[in-house]
């Protein structure tokens, strides 16, 4: 995965145009245990290292992926402070998230009070789009990275009213491989799989699938053309995502598109009760 290949490593990335560099540090607890992590710019974070104990040797993709855990960890107490319902959108690239967001944004206008953050390696043009909604949009260009992470998400935030809020939209980079291991806090993970990816998508890739919280069979109305078999794509599903609820939809001709809006303010409701 992603911390094997090399794309975890920490670099500059933007935020609306604004540099944010990271950079990687150790902490060595009381125990002794060093943790690595990135941080991006946080002129508050005041660094105490602990020298009373001898250099070790350490796996950073561990720590890599322990530290944005904690940073993950302190977005969901702040999302669930706020009763902020959060969705995580991954896919691989081309499979509609941005179009699927884009109707899901105008058809939520007026029940849900919803704001984007967008993550690509380069360009805005996703976030441009998103923006013709009206619903506030934050770009988060990665730069090298494959993912979104974290930390990323907590500097963006800083962008938006999150008080202002019903839900919290992040659309991650399109891949299946790495976003899979990177938790950013949020309340619930969609992936989605268009048809004209094939129907073995989710046993090609079984981490992602197998951490959703939501699947969405997207482009339904390109079923025929695509050859798609639809059946054999639901139990795939099943088979690699078995808690998932599946939702199959057309963004372009909206069949589908309320029952996932439901779905939504649904998801919203109950998160209000609970809390």
Excluded at 69 to 84: G, I, Q, S
Excluded at 90 to 114: F, H, W
Excluded at 228 to 250: G, T
């Amino acid at each position: 995965m992603c911390q094997e290949c090399g794309c975890s490593k920490p670099g500059p990335y933007t935020i609306d145009g604004k540099p944010v560099k990271a950079s990687t540090h150790t902490h060595a607890l009381p125990d002794g245990t060093v943790i690595s992590h990135a941080h991006g710019r946080d002129p508050g974070h005041d660094h105490h290292h602990d020298h009373s104990h001898p250099h070790q040797i350490l796996d950073l993709n561990t720590g890599i992926l322990g530290g944005n855990d904690r940073v993950a960890e302190r977005n969901r107490d702040a999302f669930e402070a706020l009763n902020l319902l959060t969705l995580n959108v991954v896919s691989s690239p081309g499979a509609g998230k941005t179009t699927l967001l884009t109707r899901t944004l105008n058809e939520l206008k007026g029940r849900l009070r919803c704001a984007v953050i967008v993550g690509d390696l380069a360009t805005d043009n996703d976030a441009a789009r998103l923006r013709t909604t009206g619903a506030p949009v934050v770009q988060i260009a990665t730069g090298t990275l494959c993912h979104l992470e974290a930390g990323m998400v907590a500097e963006a935030m800083k962008e938006l009213d999150l008080r202002a809020l019903d839900a919290l939209i992040i659309e991650n980079v399109g891949n299946l491989v790495c976003p899979a291991s990177f938790d950013l806090g949020e309340a619930l993970r969609v992936v989605l799989h268009s048809v004209t990816e094939g129907e073995d998508k989710p046993l090609k890739y079984p981490p992602m699938f197998h951490s959703a919280d939501v699947v969405i069979v997207t482009k339904t109305d390109m079923t025929a053309a695509a050859g798609f078999d639809r059946e054999l794509a639901l139990k795939n599903i099943r088979q690699a995502a078995p808690r998932a609820k599946v939702f199959e939809l057309s963004s372009r001709s909206g069949d589908g598109v309320q029952a996932w809006c439901d779905y939504l303010i649904a998801q919203k409701a109950a998160a209000k009760t609970s809390h």
